[in-house]
């Protein structure tokens, strides 16, 4: 642990940026480590926050050192040469959503808003107001609302998810990294998985369906992505496309009232995230989505919660898409739907889980629920 410890400690000391096409990468060599990480608590001033409907995309943070790095906005530019101490990083220290302004006053014009537990860099800061990049959106916080320093280390350490996107055409995925492995599968090119620990220098273990699949490290690319915040045109734009997508959902089984297609949809990331494990561990995952659909620091339907940015690995990479509109979820999913969506749950009010390790929580099966 102390060595791991040393590890991040020492990468996190000098990062690169770079920015394509006004996108910004933070290059930021972070190992995802299981901290139990305090919630901070702090004011909410109606003022500079309004309730979240949804989380913003995702900011990738590299470890490749980047080169021809430019980015414009707001009249910042970041050289090429230009590095970022771990100071740098800012995370959102609120439960819900903070408006960023074109200035550094509480009546200038709203240009985006940055969610709970997304991230970004500063690129000044001041005792009261702060200039920040968080994906394409430039802006004003006031620095109340906003987490520095270690606390912001802390918080995106536990709050990022380590994700390996294949980039061979196509790769074999074994069972091990030891002599005894076996070929359990292939993965193609683009396809994303959920790291849940790199094996030494050659190896990276991943979430592959129920089971954990090692890959070799030479045919992915290995990033730590923290949620970012979003301009007031990339909301309007989502929203649309959200709204197009939820019309498709519901024609695509026209025979489906409203809430049976919440429940049908519910199953199905039950399914996608659980098949495999027992029906308390169902019950589990599925628990964690409305918990986080009542607790008022998400967005407060299903189909939202779903669907929020950067939220759920299914989702992200289709397989949710494509088991919805195959009718895959199995009776068991249905069952702890339907359940949940009655007011039961198994973990209490916990909002998070993952593929257990380290990570300190309550266990059911491959999850650890936090």
């Known amino acids: ?51 979240s409907e949804n989380v913003g995309a995702s900011l990738v943070l590299s470890a490749d050192a980047y080169n021809n790095a430019a980015t414009n906005g707001l009249g910042v530019k970041l050289k090429a040469s230009e590095e ?12 819900s959503t903070l408006n960023v302004r074109s200035e550094g006053d509480p009546d200038a014009e709203i240009v985006g808003k940055i969610y ?9 800061r001041g005792e009261t107001w702060s200039l920040i990049e ?35 055409a196509c790769t074999p995925v074994y069972s091990s990294s030891g002599d005894d492995k076996e070929i359990i599968g292939y993965a193609s090119e683009k396809t994303l998985f959920e790291v849940i620990y790199e094996d030494g220098e050659d190896w990276v273990c991943v979430a592959y369906d129920e089971l954990d699949g090692f890959i070799k490290t030479e045919f992915v690319e290995v990033e730590f992505i923290i949620d970012h915040g979003e301009t007031i045109e ?31 949809m519910l199953a199905t990331i039950i399914w996608c995230e659980s098949r495999g494990e027992s029906y308390e561990g169902q ?13 008022g620091a998400y967005p407060n339907s299903v189909y939202d919660v779903i669907f929020a940015s950067g939220q759920f690995s299914p989702v ?34 916990m909002t998070h889980f993952r593929r257990k390790g380290n990570r300190e929580g309550y266990i059911i099966g491959n999850h650890v629920f936090y």
């Open 84 to 95: 970022i101490e771990s100071e740098d990083l800012v995370m959102v220290a609120l439960t």
């Open 1 to 51: 642990m102390k060595q791991r410890d040393r590890e991040i400690g020492t990468l996190l000391e000098k990062v690169r940026i770079k920015s394509i096409a006004k996108r910004l990468c933070i290059g930021l060599a972070l190992l995802i480590l299981p901290f139990f990480v305090t919630a901070h608590s702090y004011a909410d001033t109606a003022s500079e926050f309004l309730a």
């Open 116 to 124: 709970r537990d997304c991230g970004g860099i500063v690129l000044e």
């Open 316 to 349: 992200k990479t289709g397989s949710f898409q494509k088991a919805y509109e195959n009718n895959s979820a199995n009776d068991n999913a249905y069952k702890a739907a339907q359940e949940v969506l009655d007011g039961y749950t198994n973990v209490g009010d």
């Open 283 to 295: 019950l589990a995952v599925g628990s964690v989505i409305m918990n986080r659909v009542r607790s």
């Open 134 to 168: 968080s994906g394409d959106l430039i802006g004003w916080c006031n620095n109340k609302y906003l987490l520095f320093d270690q606390d912001a280390i802390d918080l995106a350490k536990d709050v990022g998810t380590m994700t390996a996107t294949v980039t061979a």
């Open 234 to 264: 990339a909301i309007r734009e989502r929203r649309r496309k959200e709204a197009e997508e939820k019309k498709k959902l519901v024609r695509r089984n026209e025979a489906i009232a409203a809430d049976n297609d919440t429940l049908k």
